[in-house]
């Protein structure tokens, strides 16, 4: 059993990099989209500061309607989208684009939560002192929820690591493309484990980076 894990080490390494690739690709760009969603979502909510219930309706209807479909379904609607933008429908590149689309409005969500547990005495008082609507956005509310963002951040990165192992179902490569392949269609549950095991590290490590970091920006 040993032995056989041994001699898997170059494709384990290669895949716990491909996972690592996605991860951090998905995060990114998830969180570049997610970001200004989020901040849409409250800004343009009923006592926002630009209420506009047809942008928010929509919005949050878009918003919804991605995080109903189950992430399996979401891998396979989004092959030609994948094939269109890396020029592929297989590989940790296309899964990484059906990453992006599936954790953006969950992100979204993350940080809609967050910037609505600012206290509106806050906001209030900013507004009192004559801050502008953008002000109030980047010099307020923004800052005031950083600690929770971050905590939101952190629960979508350790979600990603997950939907990055369903995605070598489909040929997405990664450490789930390694325990389907060899673990599961090669009958070769050491390798198997030994995919869990690196993926509860990348797990712990991402989790305990995101509760340091939040600690660390929370001035309360």
């Known amino acids: 059993m040993f032995d056989n894990v041994m001699s898997k080490l ?32 409250v800004v343009t909510d009923k006592g926002g500061l630009f209420p506009n219930r047809w942008i928010n309706s929509i919005l949050g209807a878009v918003v919804n309607i ?26 940790w590149k296309a ?17 809609e939560t967050a910037l ?14 004559g801050a502008t609507s953008w002000q109030i956005i980047f010099k307020v509310l923004l800052p005031e929820s950083l600690p929770a ?14 939907y990055t192992a369903m995605a070598g179902a489909i040929g997405g490569g990664g450490l789930g493309h390694m325990a389907i392949r060899y673990g599961y269609q090669g009958f070769q549950p050491d390798i198997t484990a030994v995919v869990t095991v690196i993926l509860v590290i990348m797990v712990q490590l991402l989790q305990s ?10 001035k309360r």
Do not use: K
């Not at 170059?10 to 969603?37: D, H, K, N, R």
């Open 10 to 41: 170059p494709q384990l390494w290669q895949a716990t990099l491909e996972t690592a690739y996605m991860t951090g690709f998905s995060l990114l760009f998830s969180t570049l989209l997610g970001l200004p969603l989020g901040i849409l979502l």
């Open 66 to 91: 991605f995080r109903s479909i189950p992430f399996m379904i979401l891998l396979i609607l989004l092959i030609p989208v994948s094939r269109l933008v890396v020029g592929s429908a297989i590989g």
């Open 95 to 111: 899964a990484t684009v059906s990453l992006v689309i599936a954790a953006a409005p969950f992100v979204a969500r993350l940080i």
């Open 116 to 129: 609505r547990e600012v206290d509106r005495g806050v906001i209030e008082a900013a507004q009192a002192m």
């Open 149 to 162: 963002i971050i905590s939101g951040i952190t629960v979508a990165a350790v979600t990603i690591v997950g």
């Open 209 to 218: 980076a995101g509760d340091w970091l939040a600690r660390r920006v929370d």
